[in-house]
């Protein structure tokens, strides 16, 4: 009775064990989730006209595929979000890193600074990563990490959550 016992526990373990390395698998092929620190003063953050330009050292090639989800995220969270050639006061500084992992994968970071333009004072700022397989499509990666690090904007401050 006891024998059979710890069988069925071994089996239901390992059952369990497997069903989290199949999850675990196939949201890594999916991107995998997504870490997300930010950090703010903790007051209200006035919205207005803003514009998304680029991180010092970021290239207009690498820019291009940020633009688009940085500025959806922007405006569904009431700012209004002006064309590339627009002077405002509040800026979204932005900036994508990849870098490549001796195992074929991928971790791509996405960070955004909210600042005001005059004196460069930061409201808020924030990066999201994940990791994925080498090949995964570039846009789709950085639009979810959008996706996550505005999500419950402003979010808790200092704090790394993980966004599936």
């Given at each position: 009775m006891k024998k059979s016992l710890a069988v069925s526990a071994?089996?239901?373990v390992a059952l369990l064990g497997g069903c989290e390395s199949l999850r675990t698998e196939r949201s890594y092929?999916?991107?995998g989730?997504?870490?997300v620190t930010r950090t703010h003063l903790g007051q209200?953050?006035?919205r207005g006209e803003i514009r998304v330009e680029p991180a010092a050292g970021v290239t207009a090639v690498n820019f291009?595929?940020?633009t688009a989800p940085v500025e959806r995220e922007l405006a569904r969270l009431g700012w209004t979000v002006s064309p590339a050639k627009a002077t405002t006061e509040q800026v979204a500084v932005a900036r994508?890193?990849?870098?490549?992992r001796a195992n074929g994968s991928v971790v791509t970071e996405l960070a955004v600074r909210i600042q005001r333009r005059s004196d460069a004072t930061v409201a808020w700022e924030g990066r999201a990563q994940?990791?994925?397989r080498a090949g995964a499509d570039r846009g789709a990666t950085i639009d979810r990490l959008a996706s996550a690090l505005f999500r419950d904007f402003p979010g808790e401050s200092g704090r790394t959550i993980r966004v599936r």
């Open positions: 071994i089996v239901a092929a999916l991107g989730e997504v870490q209200p953050i006035a291009s595929q940020v994508v890193a990849e870098t490549t994940s990791e994925s």
